[in-house]
């Protein structure tokens, strides 16, 4: 099965982290075997075909780079703006992947010792480079390693547009929101340096630049497959491709895994009749699949006290509040893109948004926020298709326009805050269980409680003893 170099680049840039968690977890023994079936998996990606014309350094890539630099340099990662609060957390979670000794131990509880148990994926490569030298340059390396990703998601997403219709792509990419201004008109002073998001109280859908400043580590999996799945919805030829990329975004954010599963479910359903299912259930398959267990394994560890929707009262309040966040953060755009066209990526895609507030997992009903980052993304790209391939402009062409410009003022909003508020470096030498005051939140520490996890997992070292030193 031949993929682009384009796709294989993508493909490589999430599984690479999952080949350093092996290595750097696992005792050497069951690393060799695991990483040998990580390699089987990624089999279709490493083939290379004598007919895939070399990569070169064209203008139109060293001009998504560039688009790609400017966009994130306004994010957290590498702090040469105001980095949000979620900052403090990230930054000590990538000091002690470079600092400490994998597996990382914080303390014990009833002699079972607590460990990182996160999402990680997204620190380990700038985390494994750090460690020869130095957490400094590690943020540094955090900030190249985001550029790359998200470089890789605007060239993929804009690879087949041409001239005019090509800077009007990277703009919607940039500006891609749901209505929160609307939402939040009458709450907050328009000059205010405010969060936006977080209007709805009980659920948030986020923006493109939103996610990219606040959780790359959730946006970058999520939208580089999603735009995979979009090109190829009709197709066959990812199908076979989709149990690993799904693998490697469980140790990026198994959340927005959990968003795409629609979406590769729905991939199965239309292409039935035209799989060849000796080939996708073959060895690639069965090793992703061994794999997956592996990191679910891990990072459903000790997780039964973080928050689930227990406390979420379905009562007329949470019913009006309910309609108002789907319409304004993306069912009236829906009704207007389908007026268009109605495809049925596009109706999966509403789908899931509609279903996914009802639902309520994480401290910050982190589910609603990050499985909804595939189906928003498919809706971006809708509305690109919908618009670039207009023959003449509409009145149904004008209202996605004026919606799509109200919901910029999302994005604008928060490159407004990056350079309004005050930058701040990251702390070189304070620890998660430092910032975190002591305290052990659900989300970031487990306890290594899995017979399991303990046989395949090197012995944890606490992070208070190691030898390593800030650079």
């Known amino acids: 099965m031949q993929y682009s170099g384009l796709e294989r680049m993508i493909g490589l840039y999430l599984a690479l982290p999952v080949l350093i968690f092996l290595g750097g977890w696992c005792k050497p023994q069951y690393a060799l075997c695991l990483g040998l079936l990580w390699l089987i998996a990624l089999k279709p990606l490493l083939y290379l075909s004598p007919r895939l014309p070399p990569p070169s350094l064209s203008k139109e890539i060293i001009l998504t780079l560039a688009i790609a630099f400017g966009w994130c340099l306004f994010g957290g ?39 990182l148990r996160a999402p990680i994926g997204y620190y380990l490569p700038a985390a494994l480079l750090g460690k020869f030298i130095g957490v400094n340059t590690a943020h540094y390396l955090l900030f190249l390693w985001t550029v790359i990703g998200a470089a890789l998601f605007i060239h993929i997403a804009t690879e087949n547009l041409h001239s ?35 209007w ?32 190829q919805a009709y197709q066959t030829n990812l199908i076979y491709l989709l149990p690993t990329l799904i693998m490697s975004c469980l140790l990026w954010s198994p959340l927005t895994a959990i968003g795409l599963v629609p979406f590769a479910l729905f991939s199965l359903w239309h292409r039935w009749h035209l799989i060849d299912w000796w080939r996708l259930l073959a060895g690639p398959t069965w090793a992703a699949l061994v794999l997956a267990i592996v990191l679910a394994m891990f990072l459903t560890m000790d997780i039964r006290d973080i928050p689930t929707g227990e406390h979420i009262k379905f009562d007329a309040e949470f019913y009006r509040l309910y309609l108002q966040f789907i319409i304004l953060e993306f069912a009236l755009l829906c009704y207007l893109l389908w007026c268009v066209r109605i495809t049925a990526i596009s109706v999966v895609a509403g789908l899931t948004l509609v279903m996914l507030p009802l639902f ?15 189906a928003l993304m498919v809706l971006c790209l809708f509305s690109m298709d919908i618009l670039l391939n207009a023959k003449r402009i509409e009145t149904v062409h004008v209202s996605i326009i004026l919606v799509l410009l109200i919901g910029a003022i999302t994005p604008a909003h928060e490159v407004i805050r990056s350079i309004v508020l005050p930058r701040w470096s990251p702390s070189l030498t304070h620890n998660l269980l430092e910032v975190n005051a002591g305290n052990l939140p659900a989300h970031y520490f487990g306890r290594l409680n899995h017979t399991g996890l303990k046989v395949l997992f090197k012995e944890p070292t606490d992070i208070q003893n190691n030898t390593l030193v800030a650079k």
């Open 164 to 198: 005019w219709k090509k800077g009007l792509a990277y703009l919607l990419l940039v500006s891609f929101s749901g209505m929160d201004i609307a939402g939040y008109f009458f709450m907050i002073d328009l000059f205010s340096t405010e969060h936006l998001e977080w």
């Open 360 to 374: 309520s997992f994480g401290q910050a009903n982190d589910l609603v926020m990050r499985a909804s980052i595939p």
């Open 200 to 231: 709805a109280h009980n659920f948030q859908y986020s923006s493109n630049t939103t996610l990219l400043f606040w959780v790359p580590h959730h946006a970058l999996p999520g939208w580089l497959i999603a735009v995979l799945i979009y090109r």
């Open 77 to 115: 990662a590498g702090h040469f703006f105001y980095a949000n609060n979620d900052w403090p957390a990230r930054d000590a979670v990538l000091h002690d992947l470079v600092v400490g000794q994998w597996p990382i131990s914080y303390t014990e509880i009833s002699g079972v010792k607590v460990i």
